[in-house]
């Protein structure tokens, strides 16, 4: 056997024992360092985040791409796919679709926690807790405290309008709001 | 003696050649900057991640996305905003590259099966393996438009080659059927080639001619089915000759080279995890003569093919995929026109895609040549049985470095007849590589 036929011959097994070393020498199951990662902030803080897996955490937090574009999903669940979804408590709740550019430069989410959508989100629950009102409707933090039951009163009555709460659910919380004590008083 | 010694040193030498180019080259693309994004992510803003669990490979939104006639519900927004509701161009020119060169020891050899004549080369600088260049953009709300061509494609220098090239319209009529005219593979309705891990081939779909044909395929979804029906010329992508009357030449050219179309359908349909196909296909091709058979016959002779797939996941990161073939190739050897060949073939392969840095593939391919075997034809080589074993490291989404082996697990063989066919060399390699597209 000539010198090159050797060569040939043991070259299989060289290459096997390349690309088991390749094999062993990747760090298989870490998520490789600076690559696809999201940042998600939001306004206010502490709100939860929703994915297409499910619950993610609570912001601020940092979630991979593959958290939000993992390579299989339930079909009752496509309409996440890509989506961000974040949620707290008297705020609207806020969808968003993931860019390249969300990627790179972070997600900040400013939510929206005027009364109505506070009001919206709350009557089931309202009825059951009632002392919760106040602290699930803040409005902006610029209005001044009769603004601020202004703005109130005239959406519950339009949730009464809508027969979105019944009249009992919509005189507890119109008690409540006119109860109300300003801040330090 | 000292031919051998010498011989030993160059492939020293070129081993050593090799390790420094792939060592520049891994040091040049660690380098690179994140910019390079293909044109759906460009147009889209969308991560490479969204449609991929390892370039090229498709994830289930991938394959989504492909099947939604390659576009996004927000494919208008994505056009050149120019006030006319009825035009949608797209705002920038929509192409993408996708770039591969390797490096390969290999024990194939080049075998003229006439004279034996062979070339052997132990290293080879693969290098471009291939430059493409990729198109594709929604024209309308049902029509888009695909297609690459592959430039210098395996050192064909000087050679520019369309391959998948296509229009394809939505929801036909309103009724639900979605049309593809143009240039594509039948064995796409199984699985695709060109999104394919390894660089190793799914071979037998090459070997029963099933890729690139110029056809219609129409595809709807029935119930639980997906079901496509196809038609197509039946003899490939390159062929044409001028209409002439008689001699003169007429403007118009004949694509195909006879009347009959090859019609091939394929059914899936998910059965708990595992998604199971049923493809047939039945057509004319052209028979074999001469030496070894490497002619083209003048007759058109009858080919059959039966398939099965199936398809799964497991755990998440692991994909695995079966595929079979039965063919049929009646008399069509021109040696002995009356004799029917049978033949048959298939692989199986599994992806294990661990993070997003690494991916593992192993790629089992086993064909027979059946009643074509000992035909001393160039037939014999249907014969095949190599595995595969790949690693892929990706420096970025769209780059990849790749390292595949492959062990060619049938016997070399000795010419038994008049002709130089048969397993003649061994097919074990080694390659080194990269793979891009941006």
């Known amino acids: 056997m000539s010198p090159v036929d050797r060569h040939r011959n043991r070259w299989p097994s060289v290459a096997a024992s390349a690309l088991g070393l390749l094999a062993v ?93 506070a009001a919206l989100e709350a009557p089931p629950a309202l009825a059951a807790t009632p002392a919760a009102i106040p602290a699930a409707a803040p409005a902006s933090a610029n209005a001044t405290i009769p603004e601020r039951r202004l703005r109130q009163l005239q959406v519950l009555q339009e949730l009464l309008d809508e027969n979105l709460i019944s009249p009992a659910e919509e005189l507890r919380i119109r008690r409540r709001i006119l109860q109300l004590k300003p801040p330090g008083g | 003696m000292m031919q051998g010694t010498g011989s030993v040193m160059l492939s020293r ?4 050649a090799a390790l420094v180019a792939i060592g520049m080259a891994l040091w040049m693309l660690s380098m690179r900057g994140a910019s390079a994004m293909p044109e759906f992510a460009r147009r889209y803003n969308l991560s490479c991640a969204a449609c991929h669990s390892a370039f090229p ?143 190793q081939d799914y071979m037998v779909y090459r070997m029963a001619g099933i890729t690139y044909d110029r056809g219609v395929v129409f595809s709807r979804d029935v119930g639980p089915l997906a079901i496509q029906l196809g038609f197509t010329n039946g003899n490939g992508i390159n062929a044409n000759s001028s ?128 009643d074509l075997a000992h035909t001393h034809t160039i037939y014999e080589g249907l014969a095949m049985s190599s595995l595969s074993l790949t690693s892929s490291y990706y420096f970025m989404r769209n780059v990849k470095g790749i390292i595949e082996v492959n062990f060619d697990f049938l016997n070399k063989t000795t010419p038994a007849g008049r002709y130089f066919t048969g397993h003649l060399s061994k097919e074990n390699y080694i390659l080194f590589g990269f793979d891009t597209a941006f």
């Open chain 2, 13 to 16: 030498l070129a081993r050593a």
């Open chain 2, 57 to 199: 490979r498709l994830n289930q939104f991938g394959e989504h996305f492909a099947k939604n006639n390659m576009r996004l519900p927000n494919w208008m927004e994505t056009s050149k905003q120019l006030g006319d509701e009825r035009l949608a161009l797209p705002d920038h020119v929509p192409l993408a590259v996708r770039a591969q060169a390797y490096v390969q020891a290999r024990q194939g050899k080049t075998i003229d099966p006439v004279t034996g004549a062979s070339n052997y080369a132990a290293t080879d600088f693969q290098a471009p393996y291939l430059v493409k260049v990729l198109s594709s953009a929604p024209l309308s709300k049902n029509i888009t438009y695909y297609f690459y061509a592959i430039f210098a494609e395996k050192g064909g220098n000087g050679e520019v080659v369309v391959e998948d090239a296509w229009f394809s319209y939505a929801d036909l009529f309103g009724s639900g059927v979605d049309m593809l005219l143009g240039q594509f593979q039948l064995s796409d309705s199984m699985f695709p080639r060109e999104v394919r891990l390894p660089f």
């Open chain 2, 243 to 370: 209409i002439n009357s008689p001699g003169f030449g007429r403007p118009d050219r004949m694509f195909d080279n006879n009347s009959s179309k090859t019609v091939f359908t394929h059914l899936g349909a998910d059965v708990g995890p595992v998604a199971l196909g049923v493809f047939a296909a039945t057509g004319k091709q052209r028979s074999a003569t001469g030496p070894a058979g490497t002619a083209m016959g003048l007759r058109d002779t009858d080919k059959r093919i039966v398939g099965l797939d199936a398809s799964g996941q497991l755990g998440g990161t692991v994909n695995w995929y079966v595929q079979y073939l039965w063919n049929a190739w009646d008399g069509f050897l021109d040696a002995d026109p009356s004799r029917n060949y049978r033949w048959q073939g298939g692989f199986a392969g599994v992806d294990w895609i661990p993070n997003d840095r690494w991916a593992f593939s192993a790629l089992y391919n086993h064909d027979r040549a059946g």
């Open chain 1, 25 to 117: 020498a990747s760090p298989l199951g870490a998520q490789a360092p600076g690559t696809g990662t999201l940042r998600i902030e939001s306004v206010p803080s502490a709100a939860n985040v929703e994915l297409i897996g499910g619950p993610a955490g609570v912001t601020p937090l940092t979630v991979t791409e593959r958290d939000i574009y993992p390579n299989t999903y339930a079909d009752s669940r496509a309409d996440m796919y890509g989506m961000v979804w974040v949620r707290h408590p008297g705020c609207e709740p806020l969808q968003h679709r993931v860019t390249a550019d969300d990627i790179k430069q972070g997600l900040r989410l400013n939510l929206d926690c005027g009364v109505a959508s």
